[in-house]
């Protein structure tokens, strides 16, 4: 069995983002897709609501990024938030090619007459509104829209020729060489590198492979479970983003964790009530008062944008010590209600509630990261060859918040502009490798100890001009704080960590941890405990042998060493969305501070310097001069 494969195009994560990749590249080039668990397991699935798009005669894209800009608080990158909803209606339109079954605006029609899927029209679809919408402009298919629609993608995909889907693999490293491999054209520090593929962990076998390509998208997801209570699947930690920062890509805005305002407060679940519930007319109360207490918060009450109604939410909590608010659609009619939500009321039905007749309680959940690698609207990141796409990068179209929906949106578009940009960077890689080539000819026929100065300006020209970076405004920058730094105080777990240090413990504790000191509200003395609390964690994986052993090889082999590897990697990005929280003074959209409760006066976009020496065990111990002491604030 070989631990090596070759494919033209890796893309890692089999989500809405990386399947829309797929069926859009030319099906010349060999498509290998990595899913990290089964093919179900990913946000896209669950995605409730639908996607936006101004597909109403009396909407218009304006109106969009209009309502888009108002929701992400004066963080949205504008040029590529009207480039990515500019092509909403051909996004819309590929789905339903694709044979996603939306839901008609007739509902009326006989089951004998429904047309065949393939040619549904944008202009035959039912569209709802959710918070933040100035209109009704979302699509969906019922109340299960994402999974419907990764339904028809993967079966599109397994029958494509072109496409090898593999199911439980985990991608841990990029592979990041220099755009110019011979030695003699060999660069300094500044050398271009590109992405050619990615060390992965087979789940099956239990192994590691290489599997080398011209061109990779990270289509992974987020990192909603590094949160307690949280909407997406338990493959979504973060490691994306890891991946990438690893091999040289900046990162924006961590600290903007959306919170669902209406995930079901029912034990453990993570089952979501979606927002499409409260743009059909649903209503939230106070459980022991009975007041809707919406309507003295914001004047589009339940509709507000989802950070405002979140908070709102869970003050509310904290005010009745119930643990949830109630959701209530009781007024409208049964038959409404089960026709336009038969999931919610099929799921809630088997767990005793009646949404028709019963309220429902709900409380906030971690639901989606904002920010992300940094890209521009076509997936481009700062590294040659490497693309990213969905909940992994950051565009800008979000800002501070997210408005509803946006984002599968944003999945299809920038997955199909990757599409349409990788076979051309293809072209001119191919164009570059080619002239190497010859030069190394040449050098060899004529013996030259050096090689020739036009040569090597040539070369270096055409590499730096294959690729464009993406750009941002406005920005501040993230400095990751000392390892030995102790001033912070300790944050107190319920159970004493075993001095074996426990794995599973300790992310269960960083989930808690999170969840408590990371919430819809921070403050100073919250991050600062957290911050503290994750060093702790991470020296005591640092002075632990039989870890540190198990660290010692380039990647994790085993699964042991897996455990260790992603540990370490949470632990690492933990840090810098704690710390990007810590330093942003201010309370905009997503980010709320109870000691900064108002905006600055310039909205800036956080940012996080690549890491420069790689190794793996950098992510527990990053090497001094790349980690700084930051000053303890006197306003606790």
């Not at 946006?406 to 570059?432: H, Q």
């Amino acid at each position: 069995m070989s631990n090596m494969i070759k494919t033209d195009v890796l893309i890692i994560g089999a989500g809405l983002a990386g399947l829309s990749t797929a069926l859009s590249l030319p099906k010349s080039l060999n498509i290998t897709v990595l899913s990290k668990a089964a093919l179900e397991v990913c946000s896209s699935h669950y995605a409730q609501g639908g996607i936006a798009a101004s597909l109403d005669k009396a909407d218009s894209v304006t109106d969009h990024v209009a309502d888009t800009l108002i929701a992400g608080a004066g963080l949205c990158a504008t040029d590529n938030t009207a480039h990515i909803l500019g092509a909403g209606q051909q996004a819309v339109q590929w789905l339903c090619e694709q044979g996603v079954p939306f839901t008609q605006s007739n509902l009326t029609k006989e089951n004998d007459n429904a047309p065949d899927f393939a040619v549904l029209k944008t202009s035959d679809l039912h569209l709802t509104k959710e918070g933040g919408h100035g209109c009704r402009r979302v699509a969906h298919a019922d109340d299960a829209t994402g999974r419907h629609v990764m339904d028809a993608l993967i079966t599109k995909a397994q029958t494509a020729t072109n496409i090898t889907i593999l199911p439980y693999h985990e991608a841990l490293e990029l592979l990041t060489p220099p755009m110019i491999s011979s030695s003699s054209f060999s660069m300094d520090a500044s050398e271009i590198k590109h992405c050619r593929g990615a060390l992965v962990f087979d789940h099956i076998n239990e192994r590691q492979l290489t599997i080398h390509s011209a061109a990779v998208v990270l289509a992974s997801g987020g990192l909603g479970q590094l949160f307690k209570r949280a909407s997406a699947p338990n493959v979504c930690v973060g490691d994306g983003v890891m991946m990438a920062w690893q091999a040289g890509c900046h990162l924006a805005n961590l600290e903007f964790i959306q919170f669902h305002p209406t995930g079901l407060a029912l034990d453990d679940s993570s089952f979501l009530i979606s927002e499409a519930l409260r743009g059909e007319g649903g209503r939230l109360y106070c459980p022991k008062t009975g007041t809707r207490f919406m309507l003295d918060i914001d004047e589009r009450a339940e509709l507000a944008p989802r950070d405002i109604v979140a908070r709102a939410i869970a003050n509310q909590i904290s005010s009745n010590g119930l643990g949830y608010v109630h959701l209530d659609v009781s007024h409208l009619p049964a038959a409404f209600i089960q026709a336009h939500f038969p999931q919610i009321y099929r799921t809630l039905l088997a767990l005793g509630i009646d949404m028709t007749t019963d309220p429902i309680p709900v409380a906030p959940t971690a639901h989606y990261s904002c920010g992300g690698v940094v890209t521009d609207a076509n997936g481009l990141t700062d590294i040659a060859g490497l693309y990213a796409a969905g909940e992994v990068a950051y565009t800008g179209l979000h800002g501070a918040n997210r408005l509803a929906s946006n984002s599968l949106l944003e999945c299809v578009v920038v997955g199909r502009n990757i599409a349409a940009n990788l076979p051309r960077y293809l072209t001119k890689l191919d164009r570059l490798k080619n002239l190497e080539a010859l030069e190394k000819t040449a050098e060899a026929l004529e013996k030259m100890p050096q090689p020739h100065t036009t040569a090597y300006y040539e070369l270096h020209q055409l590499a730096a001009g294959i690729w464009q970076y993406p750009t941002l405004e406005n920005t501040q920058f993230v400095i990751l704080p000392s390892s030995k730094q102790s001033s912070y105080p300790t944050y107190k777990v319920d159970k004493a960590l075993h001095s074996d240090v426990d794995i599973a413990e300790i992310t269960i504790a960083l989930k808690a941890l999170l969840t408590a000191n990371m919430g819809i509200t921070r403050s100073a003395k919250q991050l600062e405990q957290a911050l503290r609390q994750i060093e702790q964690w991470q020296e005591s994986i640092e002075h632990n042998k039989t870890m540190l052993s198990d660290m010692s090889s380039k990647a994790p082999t085993t699964y042991s060493k897996l455990a260790i590897f992603q540990l370490v990697r949470q632990l690492a990005l933990a840090t810098m969305i704690v710390q990007s929280a810590y330093q942003r003074f201010e309370s905009r959209g997503g980010h709320y501070r109870e000691d900064y409760p108002d905006l600055a006066e310039i909205p800036l976009t956080s940012i996080i310097l690549p890491l420069r020496k790689t190794t793996f065990n950098s992510f527990s111990h990053i090497i001094e001069n790349e980690r700084y002491p930051i000053p303890i604030t006197d306003h606790i």
